[in-house]
Structures are given as C-alpha cells and as structure tokens.
C-alpha cells in the first residue's frame, strides 16, 4: 500500500514558476515509476509526466515539454513537479499517481496509488 501526498500548488501569474511536492508513504517508493497528471474543471484527468523508478527515464505531455521538468528523490520518497513559465492554461487539479509495474505510463487506468490532489491557478 502507498499513500501520496501532493503539496505545492497555489496561485501565480503567467510566467510564473511552482513546484509540486509528492510524498509517498511505504518503504517501496524505489519500485514505483510516478507520474502527474492534471484536471481542469468539466474536463477528463491528462497526463502531464512520468518518471521511472530509477529516474533515468522522463516522458512528458507535449503541452508541457521544455517547461515542467519531473524528478525525484527516492531516499525521501518523493517525486517533484517543476513547473516555469506557467499559462493560464495549466490551470488545474494536479495529481500524483505511482505506478508498481516501474515504468510509467500516460494512462491513467495503469496508475494503482493516487493523491488527493493540489490545485495550481495561473492568472494571466
């Protein structure tokens, strides 16, 4: 069992810069690849990234690629979201997801653990 934790997310202006903290319970977090994915309202969840379990292999949504970078930190256990030049258009609830099969995936159903969520908001 993994339990996440999502924190970071707040309030910016375009072209702004956040970064998204995802603190994963269990001694296995080194197993799981980890990813980010994101809602806006009256719209389905999307991938944002996803990382390996060893960090050596990043995967990014093309709306975010050169912008977000995805890294993580498995002596603490967490995966981390960097996000610059923030639009409008990322405005949403960011979610963690930890995936025990150690790749990563962009789908959503291949996800077993997920967060509760942090909301990010970018004004222009």
């Known amino acids: 069992q993994v339990q996440l934790v999502e924190s970071g997310g707040g309030l910016v202006q375009a072209g702004g810069s956040l970064r998204l903290s995802c603190a994963a319970s269990?001694?296995?977090?080194?197993?799981?690849?980890m990813g980010w994915f994101r809602q806006a309202p009256g719209k389905e969840r999307e991938f944002v990234a996803h990382?390996?379990?060893?960090?050596?292999?990043?995967y990014y949504a093309d709306s975010v690629k050169g912008r977000f970078t995805i890294s993580r930190d498995n002596a603490k256990n967490t995966v981390y979201l960097q996000m610059n030049s923030l639009k409008p258009e990322d405005t949403a609830v960011y979610y963690c997801?930890?995936?025990?099969?150690?790749?990563?995936?962009?789908?959503?159903?291949?996800?077993?653990?997920w967060g509760q969520g942090t909301q990010v908001t970018v004004s222009s």
């Open positions: 997801a930890a995936d025990q099969d150690g790749l990563g995936s962009r789908l959503t159903y291949e996800y077993d653990y």
């Open positions: 269990g001694r296995t977090f080194s197993r799981y690849a």
């Open positions: 990382i390996s379990w060893s960090g050596r292999s990043t």
